[in-house]
């Protein structure tokens, strides 16, 4: 591990994970061109994964506070209702129960916990070739081209106008499933998931706001993964320097790629990138015969 190298790591990381054109995908691309070693250690790659929470977290401050005091108060009504129960069940009574989901917000909160179970179940079926497929050109040339085809679609989608409260479960169980086949490299998590928000009638700007704050319990389950997963010798503390380098760095560029999607989403720009990923897939796939 290098200065130069926690530099460029950091930089990859904030603008290929929040902008449509997959992280996983170029840095398997750029390991397997340039002949770079991609293992940088586990606690580096978990602090740029730290790196990306912080400017989720910076970027949706207001929107995360209010998530977590909802989902707080959805566990003290959930409480006085079970208290409710067994009153009315004691005295042969029949006093109201609490609306849980009274608002937009509860009802993200609730959404968010629903998807996180297909990523989940996905992650962990999908491990095993994901970490095949990550040394593969092929691989990762294909899941380009595949998110380029998702980006041009959505694109041309008509603009939807749902807000929580219109949104089905059905919808965020798709989405969720969508969210754990981004493990695939090439396959880019935040095109791939706000295109199942656009598809399925979201607002533009929550499409964006459900994709990052989604990625929240998807991030940290997969940075605990590497841990526990993880040997105790592959853990090298020295890294340290360089893995906060890079976390600041990963967080200062993703801040900027958020607040670019939350942009580009209004303007429907997402062909650009549509084109990009479909240039750089079938170089990866071309290099791929060639080697």
Known sequence: MTLFQAIIMGLVQGITEFLPISSSGHLVIISQLLHMNSDTGILFE?????????????????????????????????????????????????????????????????????????????????????????KSLLAAGSGLLITAVLLFVVDYNQNGMKIPMDVTYANAVIIGICQGIAAFPGISRSGITITACLLCGFQKKFSVKYSFIMSIPAIIGAAVLELVKAPKADIVWSEGIYGFIGMVIAAGVGFVSIKMMLVLVQKRKFKFFAVYCAVIGIVAITCNFMI
């Open 46 to 134: 978990v602090m740029l994964h730290v790196g990306t929470l912080i400017a989720v977290f910076v970027a949706f401050w207001s929107d995360i506070k209010r998530l977590f005091i909802e989902l707080f108060r959805i566990f003290i009504e959930i409480f006085q209702n079970i208290k409710i129960f067994f009153y009315n069940k004691k005295k042969n009574d029949a006093k109201r129960y609490h609306k849980i989901l009274q608002n937009n917000y509860r009802k993200f909160v609730v959404m968010i916990l629903i998807s996180t179970i297909p990523t989940a179940i996905i992650g962990l079926l999908l491990h095993n070739m994901v970490i095949s497929a990550s």
